[in-house]
């Protein structure tokens, strides 16, 4: 007799071809209205760095904050190298940890290889995470350049691959209760990928869109009101996630009022390709 239920699964567990879900919580406070995330998130700076010879480093993140995310950044187009030969790079240096635990006070890894090379709305991510404050930086090492430059949107990235492993989304679900009126309510499942990211100069918005999306899909009747339950659901979906080379899903809860979420579980199922 096959046992059709659904497995929580840990990302030591070796199950796959079998349908599995994780889930999670959300609740907004007062003073909280905005974009949030769930079951990861996207921490990035707004607006972009304009790095030079003059000034060759930008900094992200707060110091001693437990992020353990990958370093992304979004370019604005190719960057500009002069008065020398070889490649100038941008380096992410910090604290790095693994995911089994162990921490590089003093890491580095190059996200850049080639600035000249990039091209408008390229997206680049390190792979390692990092905790605390990170560092950008433009480096020209040995090449001689006199004169080097690039622009981009940067910042950090966590997103659930369950456990590194590819997988296919068939459902996702949202229930909750409102706790004030709210018409500016949403909730998406992004699909994180390479893909569809966006550069600006100012204002910039992370991530490649909606995969699902509660206001699409409900339209007129899309609010929250004081007290009243609210539910999302969409079934047989067929996304492919390759969670064993930098994709993942990240939750996007919008919200228009302080405190208008009581609560909210998210539920994502999928199913588990082999190894």
Same mark, same amino acid.
């Given at each position: 007799m096959v046992n059709s239920r659904t497995i929580e699964l840990t990302a030591e567990d070796e199950f796959?071809?079998?349908? &599995?879900?994780?889930?999670y919580s959300f609740q907004s406070f007062a003073g909280s209205s905005g974009t949030n995330y769930i079951g990861g998130f996207y921490d990035v700076?707004?607006?972009?760095? &304009?790095?030079t010879q003059a000034s060759t480093t930008v900094t992200h993140g707060d110091a &001693?904050?437990?992020y353990a995310a990958h370093a992304i950044l979004v370019a604005s187009g190719a960057g500009a190298a002069?008065?020398?030969s070889g490649a100038v790079t941008i380096v992410v240096s910090g604290t790095s940890i693994t995911d089994a635990g162990v921490r590089t006070a003093a890491d580095s890894e190059t996200i850049v290889s080639d600035i000249t090379a990039m091209s408008t709305d390229e997206y680049f991510e390190t792979d390692k995470k990092w905790l605390g404050t990170i560092?950008?930086?433009?480096?020209?090492?040995a090449t001689g350049h006199t004169a080097y430059s690039a622009d981009f949107n940067y910042g950090y990235a966590k997103y659930e691959d369950f456990g590194n492993r590819n997988f296919t989304v068939t459902d996702f679900e949202v229930v909750g209760v409102a706790g004030v009126n709210d018409t500016g309510f949403d909730v998406q499942l992004q699909h994180h990928k390479a893909t569809g990211w966006t550069y600006a100069a100012s204002g910039f918005d992370p991530g490649t869109g909606a995969l699902v999306d509660m206001n699409t899909d409900h339209s007129t009747e899309q609010n929250l009101s004081n007290g009243e339950p609210f539910a999302y659901k969409r079934t047989s979906l067929s996304t492919a996630v390759n969670g064993g080379d930098g994709e993942g899903t990240v939750i996007r809860v919008v919200t228009g009022a302080n405190g208008s979420v009581q609560y909210l579980d998210a539920h994502i199922r999928v199913t588990l390709e082999a190894d």
């Open positions: 796959v071809g079998i349908t &599995n879900t994780r889930s700076s707004t607006t972009d760095a &304009n790095l &001693n904050v437990s002069s008065g020398g560092t950008y930086t433009l480096t020209v090492g």
